[in-house]
């Protein structure tokens, strides 16, 4: 498993686990140093299984950005021959200072079967990379999240904590910040529907410091409007999603979202547009969805309104936990992933 972060990354060290119960020996590889993909496929492993790319390919510059994507390049020709699999997280990277189309077309020629975490996903595979349509796509839902994170304070406490009244009504917008998360827009709309007990937690990280100075200004002083700008530890996620009554997502675009999973393993309803994963994952009870035709700041508010003054948010959350650990179980990702790789290794083909 390549490049690996561990206990970093909640989604590898789980996909980890369920391997190993799935009687796969799963080897953690960080794909660090000068030539981490000649040393990994030089392992003596029976598949080569990448996830996020683009360590291999981006730098913190353009310069340095060119001489990775040399050595990548240069990497991929000079692999031993090995079976690759390749989950798609995202069609692109966020952080990358240039496109990388070329990358991962150079990729693609190495890989036998990609991993899909939505069926909605496989069909956006292909219409972004036209080269995918000879490859084998196999669609592994996205686990739940529900037994990494601690989750002994409750919504009282929380509030608590974070200074929130007892009664309010509270949304969350919790992950990375980046433009695309529609976070503006939701600061805009929040303002328009909420009464004066109705409050907004927005707790990520935005890597860019304009972005961040602009939400700011888009909050202004309204009091009802929380930010949190910051890496958060895992032991105090917690606190944020239950202190909330509901999660907002107002992405302007999507492929998948595990901020999106962890709310529902928190059992949070969601608003959010109907498009990408999102109806795939959330539950329609559990969804305040707008048309993704309709993706202006009025259709964001309209379904922020119905959230705000539903009398079944409780109730709605709990069938969105509950649906997402019955069916978003690591137990099945691992037998599929590990029938993938037999079947890789004995030539064969999988469902």
């Not at 002994?152 to 608590?160: L, M, N, P, S, T």
């Not at 929380?226 to 917690?238: G, L, S, Y």
């Not at 239950?242 to 979202?257: R, T």
């Not at 709990?318 to 290794?345: F, I, K, P």
């Amino acid at each position: 498993m390549i490049p690996f972060r561990g206990a970093h990354n909640p989604y590898q060290e789980l996909t980890r686990r369920a391997l190993e119960r799935a009687g796969v020996e799963a080897v953690p590889v960080a794909g660090q140093g000068l030539f981490p993909i000649l040393s990994a496929s030089r392992m003596g492993a029976d598949v080569l299984h990448f996830d996020w790319l683009h360590t291999f390919y981006t730098g913190g510059s353009p310069l340095r950005t060119h001489v990775k994507r040399w050595l990548f390049r240069m990497q991929l020709a000079f692999m031993r021959p090995v079976p690759v699999v390749w989950t798609v997280h995202n069609l692109r990277s966020h952080d990358a200072p240039l496109k990388a189309d070329a990358p991962v077309r150079w990729f693609l020629k190495k890989v036998r079967a990609l991993v899909s975490l939505s069926q909605s996903g496989e069909a956006m595979i292909h219409r972004e990379w036209p080269e995918a349509a000879a490859k084998r796509i196999v669609c592994i839902r996205l686990g739940h999240f529900a037994e990494w994170y601690p989750d002994e304070v409750g919504k009282a406490a929380a509030r608590i904590r974070l200074s929130l009244p007892a009664d309010a009504r509270v949304g969350v917008f919790f992950g990375r910040i980046h433009p695309y998360k529609g976070v503006g827009p939701l600061i805009r709309a929040f303002r328009g529907q909420a009464g004066d007990n109705d409050f907004l937690l927005i707790a990520g990280h935005p890597r860019d410091p304009v972005l961040t100075r602009d939400l700011r200004n888009e909050g202004g002083q309204d009091g009802r409007i929380r930010f949190h700008f910051d890496w958060i530890p895992d032991e105090e996620v917690q606190l944020y999603l239950n202190a909330a009554d509901y999660s907002v997502f107002p992405f302007v675009d999507i492929f998948n979202s595990a901020s999106l999973m962890l709310a529902l393993s928190f059992g949070l309803p969601v608003v959010a547009s109907r498009m990408g994963a999102v109806p795939e994952v959330v539950p329609c009870e559990a969804l305040f969805a707008y048309s993704p035709e309709r993706r202006g700041e009025a259709a964001l508010a309209e379904a922020l309104g119905k959230a705000m003054r539903d009398a079944h948010l409780a109730s709605r959350g709990e069938t969105a936990r509950q649906y997402v650990t019955r069916e978003h179980n690591w137990e099945q990702a691992g037998a599929q992933l590990a029938d993938l790789y037999r079947s890789l290794v004995d030539g064969g083909e999988v469902e």
